[in-house]
């Protein structure tokens, strides 16, 4: 099936540890996205990409890191400089053409030990 | 002022009530709409896309108002599966997405 899959669903990090979160499309997507949500709260963009080896900052970059190695993948890196990493993580994919809309992933779950 | 913003609510109607929610955009170069849906703890789903002429899937209506930029989205015969925080989404021409912070709806029996 054509879709989205982040991994793993959830991920405790411990004090000072970068962690990645995955984020795989098989939907020929151009463009990947990254949103943090915190309970209760809308969706903050962290990170996108429109092409390969092409990334811009969203609204709130800091701490976090991504590439984009391969046109399916989007890995997004929660780094030690990320002081409050708890949240609900949700990476979506789209087509640039005729903006069309966002299709997401189920989530990761990051917690703190 | 947010680019999007929406009523967070709660709203909380009967079974079988028509409700509506609005949304206001500020980016007048805003090219498409959508309506997403997204469950407790879930990722927000695709509810429908918002066209100029208005349009409808079932028991909900979705309508744009580009001089007002404004679009609503109304339930009808609302079930208690229609329950969830309603998003609206803005695209602009360059492609990015700007999400609202969502609207509560509680159908109780």
């Known amino acids: 099936d054509g879709g989205i899959t982040q991994s793993p669903k959830y991920l405790f990090r411990k004090e000072g540890q970068n962690v990645t979160l995955s984020c795989e499309q098989n939907?020929?997507?151009?463009?990947m996205y990254w949103y943090r949500q915190d309970p209760g709260q809308g969706l903050r963009l962290i990170y996108y990409?429109?092409?390969?080896?092409?990334?811009q900052k969203g609204d709130i970059a800091e701490g976090y890191s991504v590439s984009r190695e391969k046109k399916e993948s989007f890995p997004l890196t929660v780094t030690s400089a990320q002081k409050n990493p708890t949240a609900f993580y949700l990476c979506?994919?789209?087509?640039?053409?005729?903006?069309?809309?966002?299709?997401f992933g189920d989530g990761t779950r990051l917690s703190i030990l | 002022r947010k680019e999007v913003e929406q009523d967070p609510g709660p709203f909380n109607v009967p079974e079988g009530a028509t409700v509506a929610f609005n949304c206001t955009y500020s980016?007048?170069?805003?090219?498409?709409f959508f309506w997403y849906r997204q469950d407790c703890r879930k990722e927000p789903k695709l509810l429908m896309s918002?066209?100029?002429s208005g349009n409808e899937d079932g028991r909900f209506t979705a309508q744009l108002n580009r001089a007002s930029q404004y679009i609503s989205l109304l339930i009808r015969d609302s079930k208690l599966s229609d329950s969830a925080t309603y998003l609206c989404?803005?695209?602009?021409?360059?492609?990015?997405?700007?999400f609202g912070d969502g609207t509560t709806l509680t159908v109780k029996p």
């Open positions: 918002v066209y100029s």
């Open positions: 979506a994919s789209s087509m640039i053409q005729d903006n069309q809309p966002q299709h």
């Open positions: 990409s429109q092409i390969v080896n092409d990334f």
């Open positions: 939907l020929n997507h151009d463009a």
């Open positions: 980016n007048s170069a805003s090219q498409s």
């Open positions: 989404v803005v695209n602009t021409n360059a492609g990015k997405s700007t």
